[in-house]
């Protein structure tokens, strides 16, 4: 953490008082704490004079510490330790806060801390020539997943580009801030998977459906859908004045979704450097592929193996594995190729399904229990 001090006394105020509105919230909020705990409204208090303000300064400090009966050192302490206060002045439009921890830098976040420094000022904490902006690096904001992010103020703008930021950052120094959406700058909504859901998206089946019910509109029935039914999804151009994105920035956006540095573009582990076309189940006519049989009248019940399960054994059986004896003879390329088809990689050998399955194989549940010292599964 860098070393924060107050500002140099020739830019402090000689004073400090809440408006009439702020002193009567302040009041009420020191009032929520037991008599002799009123310390505990400190922070609440400087977040207050900082939005009066749009900064912590000394004198703000000492008339907080004088309404909590607090010695001005704890005060300064607190204002001192914690990031959200700002310990100098800030753009009066805009205070832009740069997210530089690991997920946002390996996902571009040098990229806006460059147009920081190039339309606003080459160092943190310094304002722009007319006073409106002024920015910052931080640490994590909270939104890992919808990296790189910036907050302004009160509110996050989430999955950015250079471009995006410099449209941000122009509406903010046109006085136009508010007509930017905080959020996800892309199509996603929150910290859904930007390219669409991954899982649990197959059709619900009809029977569990949940039911419309009907209502009655100037006397007409109308079907109402359930109240968690999706939102529809429209290709039209966006209208509302709260625009996410500048027109031009629309292609970049859905670009940055994919991370920086991609194993396969830059040539990371072997796998990555394999072609498409081989990257992913094994064949069925591969070499290695274990022997399927017959299903028999009463095949094993592979699930008593830990690791497998309903779906997984439902996949054994499609290959043709039905009995414990096949599982306790797998060699190791056989194990692996299982293990790539599964595309659970590592699971066999990590829950050594080969001894599990000798041990039923040979005694069923009893032997299981001699070797492993308890019930399968």
């Not at 020739?10 to 408006?19: D, G, M, R, T």
């Not at 471009?163 to 509406?171: C, G, M, Y």
């Not at 197959?202 to 009655?216: F, I, Q, W």
């Not at 193996?305 to 599982?327: M, N, R, Y």
């Amino acid at each position: 953490m860098s070393v924060r001090r107050l500002a140099d006394d020739n830019v402090q105020p000689a004073s400090f008082a809440f408006s009439k509105e702020n002193a009567a919230w302040a009041k009420a909020t020191i009032n929520k704490y037991p008599k002799g705990r009123q310390q505990s409204a400190v922070i609440p208090l400087l977040m207050r004079a900082q939005e009066q303000d749009g900064w912590v300064t000394k004198a703000a400090i000492e008339s907080v510490a004088d309404m909590l009966d607090m010695a001005y050192i704890r005060v300064l302490e607190v204002a001192t330790f914690y990031t959200q206060f700002q310990l100098l002045p800030i753009g009066t439009r805009a205070h832009i806060q740069v997210c530089g921890t690991t997920p946002c830098m390996l996902r571009g976040a040098e990229d806006l801390i460059n147009v920081c420094k190039k339309r606003i000022h080459a160092e943190p904490f310094h304002r722009n020539e007319s006073g409106t902006l002024s920015w910052e690096e931080v640490e994590c904001q909270g939104a890992c997943v919808n990296a790189p992010m910036i907050m302004i103020f009160k509110d996050s703008f989430e999955d950015l580009t250079p471009t995006q930021l410099e449209h941000i950052i122009d509406r903010f120094d046109a006085g136009k801030g508010a007509t930017v959406e905080p959020g996800p700058q892309i199509d996603r909504i929150t910290s859904a998977p930007a390219g669409g859901l991954t899982s649990l998206n197959e059709p619900e089946p009809a029977a569990k459906k949940a039911p419309t019910r009907a209502k009655t509109v100037d006397g007409d029935s109308v079907i109402v859908p359930p109240s968690n039914a999706a939102k529809p999804t429209t290709d039209a151009v966006e209208t509302d004045p709260k625009l996410k994105t500048p027109a031009n920035a629309k292609a970049e956006a859905a670009a940055n979704t994919k991370v920086k540095g991609d194993a396969r573009a830059e040539g990371g582990d072997e796998a990555a450097k394999q072609p498409a076309a081989l990257v992913g189940k094994p064949s069925l006519e591969d070499k290695n592929r274990p022997a399927g049989i017959a299903r028999p009248e009463t095949p094993d019940d592979l699930e008593l193996i830990s690791g497998v399960g309903p779906k997984i054994g439902g996949i054994l059986h499609e290959l043709g594995i039905f009995t414990f004896a096949q599982v306790a003879g797998w060699k190791k390329a056989e194990r692996e190729w299982v293990d790539g088809y599964l595309n659970f990689k590592g699971r066999i050998e990590r829950d050594d399904w080969v001894k599990q399955a000798k041990a039923l194989a040979k005694g069923g549940e009893a032997e299981y229990i001699r070797v492993f010292g308890k019930k399968p599964r």
